[in-house]
């Protein structure tokens, strides 16, 4: 029987800023009630616009950012409010995977020694007995022993994320959050990378938390799909429904611009006017209804709440779909 690794409810995420020439303090909310689960083993993707708080998300769930308010469970242990002193022993169970897979390695490092430095954090092995379990790590993410001699930048960006990868999976954690892991990659190495990730998931019986802006990469990885506009999940269930039967207008403006192999087939392409609002000033109602094709005079007014769409796991924020 399937198990809920991660749990998150009510998640919000507040930053104050100052603005203008006399520093008038201002708040930014890049996370704004968002609630999902993963069950273990399982990919839960969070896709959406640039600023729409997916990274801040998962830096909440690693607590490399600690929430404003709501509450993160993983495997059945509440995280939200402990101190960094506490959180030792949650950071071995949860690791993350970075966008930028030159920025997140130390050059002055050989890669050996940055895949072994959780080792040395989080475990009293031996010099030996991490250098062994690195060969073995490097060579299940597609290098060789010798790479470990080298440094980052003697690289390419493909390999270099493997070693992140490496690095991610050296202290067998349960949940891996992937921030946009191929979105810094040429494409043809994206698919390896993506191959990659699943096979590890197999083997290591890994739960993903997958960040991207990308529904095409989004479709060959994930479970369920949570859909994020302006710091909240408008709506969420399983790939397969959520790419059949989109019931939220945000959610069909995305998928209408991805591509589609078969040129005889076409999509209609639906195009958002207007930009991204800001979220130090957020609409009122329904955040998207600015730039909604279909916005009605309460969306203006009212926010909407999550309702169950067409299946069970379905859920949409949208009051076209209230009953």
């Known amino acids: 029987m399937s198990s809920t690794l991660l749990k998150v409810n009510g998640l919000k995420k507040s930053f104050d800023i100052s603005s203008g020439v006399f520093g008038k303090k201002k708040t930014l909310k890049a996370v704004n009630d968002v609630n999902f689960e993963i069950i273990e ?8 616009e640039s600023g729409c708080g997916k990274s801040t998300t998962g830096r909440l769930i690693s607590r490399l950012l600690t929430p404003s308010h709501g509450e993160i469970w993983i495997d059945g242990e509440e995280i939200s409010n402990k101190k960094e002193s506490q959180l030792k022993k949650i950071r071995q169970k949860v690791q993350m995977i ?9 050059p002055r490092m ?16 031996t010099k030996s007995e991490q250098q062994k379990l690195v060969s073995k790590m490097l060579e299940v993410v597609g290098l060789n022993e010798y790479h470990g001699d080298r440094f980052a930048h003697e690289f390419s960006g493909g390999q270099r994320q493997r070693i992140g990868i490496a ?43 997958f960040i991207s802006h990308d529904l095409s990469v989004v479709e060959h990885i994930s479970d369920y799909i949570g859909v994020m506009y302006l710091g909240t999940i408008v709506e969420s269930g399983p790939k397969d429904t959520i790419f059949s039967q989109p019931q939220h207008p945000y959610t ?10 078969d040129p005889r087939q076409r999509r209609e392409r639906i195009i958002l006017k207007g930009d991204l609002p800001s979220p130090v000033n957020p609409p009122k ?38 009953k």
């Open 41 to 48: 083993g399982k990919t839960f993707s969070l896709v959406g």
């Open 98 to 106: 970075f966008q930028d897979p030159y920025a997140s390695l130390n």
């Open 110 to 125: 050989k890669v050996k020694d940055i895949v072994a430095e959780p080792l040395v954090i989080h475990t009293k092995l």
């Open 167 to 209: 690095r991610a999976l050296i202290l067998k954690p349960k949940l891996i959050i992937a921030d946009e892991p191929v979105s810094a990659l040429d494409v043809s190495i994206q698919s390896q990378i993506l191959n990659l990730l699943k096979e590890l998931q197999d083997e290591f019986h890994l739960t993903y938390l």
């Open 252 to 261: 069909k403006a995305l998928l209408s611009s991805v591509p589609i192999p």
């Open 285 to 322: 109602g329904c955040r998207f209804h600015t730039r909604c094709p279909v916005s009605m005079e309460i969306c203006k007014s009212v926010e909407p709440v999550s309702k169950k769409g067409v299946s069970k796991d379905h859920f949409v924020a949208c009051h076209l779909i209230e």
